[in-house]
Nanobody, 124 residues
């Protein structure tokens, strides 16, 4: 059974930090890029970052570049999203995903596997 299990969401203050985790199982981790979408209330799902499980290359959307950082632990089939200096606009449900190729994902329909999502709320 394919699983992407997110953890680490919660309430964080503006300017603080939070780390999300995504643990993958049930598929060949090395054959996929792993990334994050987020969806704020009333807004479309937005792809914000991804990482190549093979090379460790990363991509970030402009909205998070310089503040968020992805990392990977191949031994644990787990990726992390370090969120630094979050602001109110970062409040959303964050979804981990797996995609067969590395790079920005334009449409959610392109994603192969999804996690269940974890809520991040940034308070001032």
């Amino acid at each position: 059974e394919v699983q992407l299990v997110e953890s680490g969401g919660g309430l964080v203050q503006t300017g603080g930090s939070l780390r999300l985790s995504c643990a993958a199982s049930g598929f060949s981790f090395d054959d996929y890029a792993i990334g994050w979408f987020r969806q704020a209330p009333g807004k479309e799902r937005e792809g914000i970052s991804c990482i190549s499980t093979e090379h460790g290359d990363t991509y970030y959307a402009d909205s998070v570049k310089g503040r968020f950082t992805m990392s990977i632990d191949n031994a644990k089939n787990t990726v992390y999203l370090q969120m630094n200096s979050p602001n109110a606009e970062d409040t959303a449900v964050y979804y981990c995903y797996a995609h067969s190729s590395f790079g920005p994902v334009e449409a959610p329909q392109e994603v192969d596997y999804w996690g269940q999502g974890t809520q991040v709320t940034v308070s001032s």
